[in-house]
Structures are given as structure tokens and as C-alpha cells.
């Protein structure tokens, strides 16, 4: 279990300080904490109610220091949770949703794995204006998961499950079109030469 | 083996403008069949050189994509089809209409279908490869597309390897139902080439004639093989254009994404394919008609009647897409009601309506008034639902590929987690998708330099005349006994029968 900031995006936002702090819940967790300014901590743990479901929690923070003058600041703020695919070169982000903060600052979204093993979260919160306010990186080990497609999928495909004799008919059915537009094609003309010349000779 | 008759002579019919009044005689069918042969117009040059410069600007496009990869298509992980599979499905579809239409007036002996089967026919000739080559840029490696005909790389629970095998068939049927009917042209042709003319091209044409028609005597036996073989063709093509699109919507029908999975797509995809491939035909006859000049053989009434066609067509598209469109929303399940929802009155909804508009009620309207019913109302019909299709297909591919499917759900219940992807289009795809669209005329304007537009044997077989080629012992012809002169009168009958001939393009208002 580990747990990190991303500081560019804080960075960019423009604001002085972060406090950042995350927490990773699913047995074990940890917790890392930044010293200044707003700050996300982003909690991963299991759905009380929802078996197989994980609970994201983002806790948007300010600094002791501003947190008691500013209280109202941090509800409303718009927190987007990602995950990185392990699928894709550059472990791209995929959306998993965005909730949106209380009055004490939190955000909750419930995510249901589609894979096992290791997952990289991302929580990125952002002001109503769309302005980054801070973010936060977790990451957990998943040991259950749903099917990501909403349907059930068979994984075995047609030619397991009707048998390959199918696949030998309908290839057979091709194999006679074929034959039969190439005997088409061979008998027009050999025959064009055939009859002609014997209606030729008058 | 005697040569077939040259020029069939210089007569006119007396008093009669081509075109105005009367059937056209023998030698104007031979002399308009052979014009884009023999003669080339002002404008050719300057046309196949701006088409063929828009195939290039397509090409470097896609060189472009191949070194950079999909993403300068627009594609991105939560869009992973879009324009080319709405391309490959659209371009395919057209070349439908030609083959279908040619093979159904074919069986059913319709007269009136003379001028119309040689350019239907390479109207589906040319259009199914170039349909075909949209697998390419749609693959983003396409030094792998080897691996799709390479048997041990097969994978036969895939639908696009039987995607494969329907088309290439399909394509072969295509090829030889072009070719049966060129075999007499062929015989005449080259008789009607200058032999004084010693050009590259008219040597290449006179090769090419030769190939193709040099054992055709025009003999009664002759004709019976061929006719024979035309009609098994004919009748071996329709269901293999059915199966074929039915087989092409497998790709969508048999995933598991909603929007993709309906059992409706193999019919829905098929009436499409006729509808989009009968309008083609009909630009293709009215292009033909005004640059070639072949007023005289392609009647606006003509246009009318595929017109007719085209409503049927339309109007049975329209249904299913209500009819998918209802069941979807109808079953209430979240994903299937999500994209439904987004294509009526969400993200999609321009696209859709502008679809539904200018494909599913204008082409109706403009049959049902009569002012509107001429040939240019069909031309104009015709142009409406070539493009709307097109934006149909992107409708029909493009919502469900960028519909979330991954279970994050905000609510307990269970739902998806509700953030739609997003296909941008850019200058690459378009670059690709204009390319291909003018390939199609390019590549029409190149075959009709070589091969006679008007089926000319044909059109003189249904006028009763019999006369393609001066065989010793061949049976006399009937009719007007083949002179240059003759009226072609079962062609012209159907132009002739009802009223007085219309040059103003308002015929089927009658």
C-alpha cells in the first residue's frame, strides 16, 4: 500500500500551499500528509453495505491555519475519481465518476472493481469554476471484481459452444459460391468457344 | 470468326431528334454506348485530375495516421470505433443498390431496364473495393491485415473473418455479373474502334475486346449459354447481398455493448444497403446521362420508377429504426434506455434528426407531391439520402462505442458511471472519407473509357433486333433486321408508351 501527491496540477492551480494526505483502506492503509494549503486526502475502503463494492472517500482540507475563517469553502467543490488502466501504453486515466463535496468537505463515490490486483486511484477536486483546487493518488489491491461489461459475456464464443462443424458448413457454403461463379466464368468461356465455332461453319 | 458488325450505319431516324420523339435508332445506341470510349470531353481531364488529387490528399492522410496512429483520427479509448466503421458500412452498402436492382430487373425481364444495368452494374463494381479498403485505415496496423487471409491466423468466432469471406465473395459475384454482359459489348466494340487508330489506349481497348469477346459470334447457342449463365448470377446475387450486409452488422450485432446487440441489425443493415445503394445508382444514372449525354436512353421516367424504389426502401428503414429505437427505450434496461436517450435528445440528437430529416421524411415527401416527383426531385432525393445515411451509420456506431460501460456507479443500484466518451472529428478521417467518396466517380470516369456505358447487345436484344455480330450461318435478325437505322423499339417502348416524351425532367409528375 502506498500513497502520493500530484503536485503538478496544485502547481498549476495557482494556490500557495497543499495539504494532501492519503489514506489506503482495504486491510492495511497509509497515510501521507503535506504540511500547507488545501488539500485532498483520498480514503479507499470497502462498501459497508455493498458487497464487492469500494467506497472512495475525498476529504477536501484546508490548512489549520485558514480552515476555521473559511469553513463554508469546502462544500461544493467537484471531485473527480480516476483510475489508471494497466491495459493501455502510459497508463492512461479512466473516469470513474465525480461527487461532489459537503459541507465538512467530503465526497463519496462508490466504484466496483472490473479487475483484481493492484489499482492506482486518482481524486482530483476542482472549484466550481472547474479551477484545480488539489488532488490525491491511492492505490489498493483489489481481491474482488465485477465484469467490466454490463451484461454478462459468455467467455466461451460460439465455435466453442456449437461446435466447430458449424464454422466447417459455413465455410463449405462460401467455398460452393465460389466454385460456383468460377464454373460460371470457365464454362461461358470454353463454351463461347465451343458454340461458337460449331454454329460458325455454316 | 468473322468480326462483328463496325459501325452499324450512319441512319437517322427521319424527322426525329434523339432523345425528343421516337425510339433511338441502332446506331445511336453504339454511337452513345461508345462516346466516353472514342471521344474525350473538355472536361475529363480537368475532372479526373482534380478527383485524383483529392485521393491523394486521402492517401497522404492516411500515411499520416499510420505513422501517428488513430489518435489523429480522433480516436481514443472511450471512442473506439467511429468514422471508418461507419465508412466501411456505408461504402459496402452502396454498392448493393447497383448489383440488387440490376439482378431484380433482370429476373423479373423488366424492358425498360436496359440502360440502366451497365452503369448499375459498375456502380457496384467500383464501389465494393473501395468499401472494402476502409478495413485498412479502420485497422491501426494494417501491416497486419495479411493475418486476416492468412488461414492459420483465422479466427472463426470472429465476425469480421466472415465479414471477409462474405465480401471477397461478394466481390467475385460482383466481378462476374459485370463481366457476362460486357462479352457481347465486347464482340461489337471492337468493331466500332477506328482501326486506323493506333494510340496506346485504343491498342489497350482493342486488347481488352479482344479478351473479352473474341470468341463471341453472337450464334443462338452463344446466347443461350450466356443468358443461362446471367440469370444464375443474377439469382445467386441477391441473397448474397442480403447475406453479405446481414453478415457485415454481425461485427455490432454479436458484441455486448448496448446499442451494438440487436437482433434487428442483419435486416436493418440490409435495408439500409438497398436503400443508400439504389440512391447511388440513380446519381450515377443522372451523372452519366447529363455528362455523356444519354438523354435519348436514361429517361427522367426512369428515375422516377428507381425513385419509387427508393420510398419503399426509405420508408421500411424508418420503421425499423422506430422500431429499435422503441424496444430499447421501451425495456427501460440502463444502458440500452442511456443511448437511446443520448441519440433522441442528448449528445446525439443533430445528427439523428438531421438523419430522420433529410433521409427518412424529405425523400417521402418529395415522392408523394407530384410537382416533386421528376427526375431531378428523385436526383435530389437520391443526394439527401446517400449523405444522411452516412451520417446514420455515424449514429448508429458511434453513441454506443463512447457509452460508459465500466460499473462505477454513483448510485447504489448499480448503474454505469455515466461519463460519456467523446469522438472529435479531424482533418484525417474527413481527409480519407472525401478521398473515397471521389474515388468512386474517378473510378467510373476510368472504366467507361474502356468499356461501353450502355449494355449494347442487350438494349438491341430487347428491341428485338439480334444483329451484335455477322456470323455466317447466325439466324437472321428479327425486328428491323439490324440495320443502322432501326428504332430500338423495346427499349424506347417504356419511353414512348404512356405519353409524349418530356425533355423538361417533369415526367413523373404524370
Same mark, same amino acid.
Given at each position: 500500500?502506498?500513497?502520493?501527491?500530484?503536485?503538478?496540477?496544485?502547481?498549476?492551480?495557482?494556490?500557495?500551499?497543499?495539504?494532501?494526505?492519503?489514506?489506503?483502506?482495504?486491510?492495511?492503509?497509509?497515510?501521507?500528509?503535506?504540511?500547507?494549503?488545501?488539500?485532498?486526502?483520498?480514503? =479507499?475502503?470497502?462498501?459497508?453495505?455493498?458487497?464487492?463494492?469500494?467506497?472512495?472517500?475525498?476529504?477536501?482540507?484546508?490548512?489549520?491555519?485558514?480552515?476555521?475563517? @473559511?469553513?463554508?469553502?469546502?462544500?461544493?467543490?467537484?471531485?473527480?475519481?480516476?483510475?489508471?488502466?494497466?491495459?493501455?501504453?502510459?497508463?492512461?486515466?479512466?473516469?470513474?465518476?465525480?461527487?461532489?463535496?459537503?459541507?465538512?468537505?467530503?465526497?463519496?463515490?462508490?466504484?466496483?472493481?472490473?479487475?483484481?490486483?493492484?489499482?492506482?486511484?486518482?481524486?482530483?477536486?476542482?472549484?466550481?469554476?472547474?479551477?484545480?483546487?488539489?488532488?490525491?493518488?491511492?492505490?489498493?489491491?483489489?481481491?474482488?471484481?465485477?465484469?467490466?461489461? =454490463?451484461?454478462?459475456?459468455?467467455?466461451?464464443?460460439?465455435?466453442?459452444?456449437?461446435?466447430?462443424?458449424?464454422?466447417?458448413?459455413?465455410?463449405?457454403?462460401?467455398?460452393?459460391?465460389?466454385?460456383?461463379?468460377?464454373?460460371?466464368?470457365?464454362?461461358?468461356?470454353?463454351?463461347?468457344?465451343?458454340?461458337?465455332?460449331?454454329?460458325?461453319?455454316? | 470468326?468473322?468480326?462483328?458488325?463496325?459501325?452499324?450505319?450512319?441512319?437517322?431516324?427521319?424527322?426525329?431528334?434523339?432523345?425528343?420523339?421516337?425510339?433511338?435508332?441502332?446506331?445511336?445506341?453504339?454511337?452513345?454506348?461508345?462516346?466516353?470510349?472514342?471521344?474525350?470531353?473538355?472536361?475529363?481531364?480537368?475532372?479526373?485530375?482534380?478527383?485524383?488529387?483529392?485521393?491523394?490528399?486521402?492517401?497522404?492522410?492516411?500515411?499520416?495516421?499510420?505513422?501517428?496512429?488513430?489518435?489523429? =483520427?480522433?480516436?481514443?479509448?472511450?471512442?473506439?470505433?467511429?468514422?471508418?466503421?461507419?465508412?466501411?458500412?456505408?461504402?459496402?452498402?452502396?454498392?448493393?443498390?447497383?448489383?440488387?436492382?440490376?439482378?431484380?430487373?433482370?429476373?423479373? @425481364?423488366?424492358?425498360?431496364?436496359?440502360?440502366?444495368?451497365?452503369?448499375?452494374?459498375?456502380?457496384?463494381?467500383?464501389?465494393?473495393?473501395?468499401?472494402?479498403?476502409?478495413?485498412?485505415?479502420?485497422?491501426?496496423?494494417?501491416?497486419?491485415?495479411?493475418?486476416?487471409?492468412?488461414?492459420?491466423?483465422?479466427?472463426?468466432?470472429?465476425?469480421?473473418?466472415?465479414?471477409?469471406?462474405?465480401?471477397?465473395?461478394?466481390?467475385?459475384?460482383?466481378?462476374?455479373?459485370?463481366?457476362?454482359?460486357?462479352?457481347?459489348?465486347?464482340?461489337?466494340?471492337?468493331?466500332?474502334?477506328?482501326?486506323?487508330?493506333?494510340?496506346?489506349?485504343?491498342?489497350?481497348?482493342?486488347?481488352?475486346?479482344?479478351?473479352?469477346?473474341?470468341?463471341?459470334?453472337?450464334?443462338?447457342?452463344?446466347?443461350?449459354?450466356?443468358?443461362?449463365?446471367?440469370?444464375?448470377?443474377?439469382?445467386?446475387?441477391?441473397?448474397?447481398?442480403?447475406?453479405?450486409?446481414?453478415?457485415?452488422?454481425?461485427?455490432?450485432?454479436?458484441?455486448?455493448?448496448?446499442?451494438?446487440?440487436?437482433?434487428?441489425?442483419?435486416?436493418?443493415?440490409?435495408?439500409?444497403?438497398?436503400?443508400?445503394?439504389?440512391?447511388?445508382?440513380?446519381?450515377?444514372?443522372?451523372?452519366?446521362?447529363?455528362?455523356?449525354?444519354?438523354?435519348?436512353?436514361?429517361?427522367?421516367?426512369?428515375?422516377?420508377?428507381?425513385?419509387?424504389?427508393?420510398?419503399?426502401?426509405?420508408?421500411?428503414?424508418?420503421?425499423?429504426?422506430?422500431?429499435?429505437?422503441?424496444?430499447?427505450?421501451?425495456?427501460?434496461?440502463?444502458?440500452?434506455?442511456?443511448?437511446?436517450?443520448?441519440?433522441?435528445?442528448?449528445?446525439?440528437?443533430?445528427?439523428?434528426?438531421?438523419?430522420?430529416?433529410?433521409?427518412?421524411?424529405?425523400?417521402?415527401?418529395?415522392?408523394?407531391?407530384?410537382?416533386?416527383?421528376?427526375?431531378?426531385?428523385?436526383?435530389?432525393?437520391?443526394?439527401?439520402?446517400?449523405?444522411?445515411?452516412?451520417?446514420?451509420?455515424?449514429?448508429?456506431?458511434?453513441?454506443?462505442?463512447?457509452?460508459?460501460?465500466?460499473?462505477?456507479?454513483?448510485?447504489?443500484?448499480?448503474?454505469?458511471?455515466?461519463?460519456?466518451?467523446?469522438?472529435?472529428?479531424?482533418?484525417?478521417?474527413?481527409?480519407?472519407?472525401?478521398?473515397?467518396?471521389? =474515388?468512386?466517380?474517378?473510378?467510373?470516369?476510368?472504366?467507361?473509357?474502356?468499356?461501353?456505358?450502355?449494355?449494347?447487345?442487350?438494349?438491341?436484344?430487347?428491341?428485338?433486333?439480334?444483329?451484335?455480330?455477322?456470323?455466317?450461318?447466325?439466324?437472321?435478325?428479327?425486328?428491323?433486321?439490324?440495320?443502322?437505322?432501326?428504332?430500338?423499339?423495346?427499349?424506347?417502348?417504356?419511353?414512348?408508351?404512356?405519353?409524349?416524351?418530356?425533355?423538361?425532367?417533369?415526367?413523373?409528375?404524370?
Amino acid at each position: 500500500m502506498s500513497g502520493s501527491i500530484s503536485w503538478k496540477s496544485v502547481l498549476r492551480s495557482g494556490l500557495p500551499a497543499l495539504v494532501a494526505a492519503i489514506v489506503v483502506v482495504l486491510g492495511a492503509s497509509s497515510t501521507a500528509w503535506a504540511a500547507t494549503g488545501p488539500g485532498l486526502r483520498l480514503v =479507499a475502503r470497502r462498501a459497508p453495505h455493498d458487497h464487492g463494492a469500494v467506497e472512495l472517500v475525498a476529504t477536501l482540507q484546508m490548512p489549520a491555519s485558514v480552515a476555521p475563517s @473559511k469553513p463554508a469553502s469546502l462544500a461544493g467543490a467537484e471531485v473527480s475519481f480516476s483510475v489508471h488502466l494497466s491495459e493501455f501504453s502510459g497508463a492512461p486515466l479512466l473516469a470513474l465518476g465525480t461527487a461532489t463535496t459537503n459541507g465538512a468537505g467530503v465526497a463519496t463515490l462508490a466504484y466496483r472493481p472490473t479487475w483484481t490486483g493492484h489499482q492506482a486511484l486518482v481524486a482530483t477536486a476542482a472549484n466550481a469554476a472547474g479551477t484545480p483546487l488539489a488532488s490525491a493518488t491511492a492505490s489498493f489491491a483489489a481481491t474482488d471484481a465485477t465484469h467490466a461489461f =454490463a451484461g454478462t459475456v459468455q467467455a466461451v464464443r460460439p465455435d466453442g459452444v456449437i461446435g466447430r462443424w458449424v464454422a466447417g458448413v459455413l465455410l463449405a457454403i462460401v467455398a460452393m459460391l465460389w466454385v460456383t461463379l468460377i464454373a460460371v466464368l470457365v464454362r461461358v468461356n470454353l463454351g463461347l468457344g465451343l458454340v461458337g465455332k460449331r454454329t460458325s461453319i455454316p | 470468326m468473322s468480326e462483328p458488325r463496325g459501325s452499324a450505319g450512319a441512319g437517322q431516324r427521319p424527322g426525329i431528334e434523339p432523345g425528343v420523339e421516337g425510339p433511338p435508332a441502332l446506331d445511336e445506341v453504339r454511337a452513345a454506348a461508345m462516346r466516353p470510349v472514342l471521344e474525350t470531353p473538355r472536361w475529363w481531364w480537368p475532372t479526373v485530375a482534380v478527383l485524383g488529387a483529392v485521393v491523394v490528399l486521402g492517401i497522404v492522410a492516411w500515411v499520416v495516421q499510420v505513422a501517428d496512429g488513430l489518435g489523429v =483520427a480522433g480516436y481514443n479509448n472511450t471512442a473506439f470505433w467511429a468514422v471508418y466503421e461507419a465508412d466501411l458500412v456505408a461504402f459496402i452498402g452502396v454498392s448493393y443498390g447497383g448489383a440488387v436492382v440490376s439482378a431484380i430487373l433482370r429476373i423479373t @425481364k423488366a424492358t425498360w431496364r436496359a440502360p440502366l444495368t451497365r452503369i448499375a452494374e459498375a456502380t457496384a463494381l467500383v464501389t465494393l473495393p473501395i468499401g472494402m479498403l476502409f478495413i485498412v485505415p479502420h485497422l491501426g496496423s494494417p501491416w497486419r491485415v495479411w493475418e486476416l487471409v492468412w488461414p492459420p491466423y483465422w479466427n472463426l468466432s470472429s465476425p469480421i473473418l466472415w465479414d471477409f469471406f462474405a465480401v471477397s465473395t461478394y466481390l467475385l459475384a460482383t466481378v462476374v455479373f459485370f463481366y457476362l454482359p460486357l462479352i457481347p459489348d465486347a464482340a461489337i466494340a471492337r468493331g466500332l474502334l477506328d482501326p486506323d487508330r493506333q494510340d496506346r489506349r485504343a491498342r489497350a481497348c482493342r486488347r481488352l475486346y479482344q479478351t473479352l469477346g473474341g470468341r463471341w459470334t453472337g450464334s443462338t447457342p452463344q446466347r443461350r449459354l450466356l443468358h443461362r449463365s446471367i440469370g444464375l448470377v443474377a439469382i445467386m446475387i441477391i441473397p448474397m447481398a442480403v447475406s453479405v450486409h446481414s453478415v457485415l452488422s454481425f461485427a455490432f450485432a454479436s458484441s455486448s455493448r448496448a446499442g451494438y446487440a440487436e437482433t434487428i441489425f442483419p435486416v436493418y443493415f440490409v435495408v439500409a444497403a438497398l436503400y443508400t445503394g439504389v440512391a447511388l445508382v440513380v446519381l450515377s444514372l443522372a451523372a452519366c446521362r447529363r455528362l455523356y449525354h444519354l438523354e435519348a436512353f436514361i429517361h427522367p421516367r426512369h428515375l422516377v420508377r428507381l425513385g419509387f424504389l427508393l420510398v419503399a426502401f426509405g420508408a421500411t428503414y424508418l420503421y425499423l429504426t422506430f422500431t429499435e429505437y422503441l424496444i430499447d427505450g421501451y425495456s427501460g434496461t440502463t444502458d440500452n434506455a442511456a443511448w437511446v436517450r443520448q441519440v433522441l435528445i442528448g449528445r446525439y440528437w443533430i445528427p439523428f434528426w438531421f438523419y430522420f430529416v433529410a433521409a427518412g421524411v424529405l425523400p417521402l415527401v418529395i415522392m408523394a407531391v407530384r410537382r416533386l416527383r421528376t427526375g431531378r426531385g428523385v436526383v435530389v432525393a437520391s443526394g439527401l439520402v446517400v449523405f444522411a445515411m452516412w451520417v446514420k451509420r455515424l449514429v448508429i456506431v458511434i453513441p454506443p462505442a463512447t457509452e460508459p460501460v465500466v460499473r462505477s456507479p454513483l448510485a447504489a443500484g448499480g448503474g454505469l458511471a455515466g461519463i460519456w466518451g467523446t469522438y472529435h472529428f479531424t482533418w484525417v478521417p474527413i481527409a480519407i472519407t472525401v478521398a473515397a467518396t471521389a =474515388a468512386i466517380p474517378l473510378a467510373l470516369l476510368i472504366l467507361f473509357r474502356f468499356v461501353p456505358i450502355l449494355p449494347i447487345a442487350e438494349m438491341e436484344e430487347l428491341a428485338g433486333l439480334e444483329v451484335p455480330a455477322e456470323t455466317p450461318g447466325a439466324p437472321a435478325p428479327r425486328g428491323n433486321q439490324g440495320h443502322g437505322s432501326a428504332p430500338l423499339i423495346g427499349v424506347s417502348s417504356f419511353m414512348t408508351s404512356a405519353s409524349p416524351p418530356d425533355t423538361t425532367g417533369k415526367e413523373g409528375a404524370r
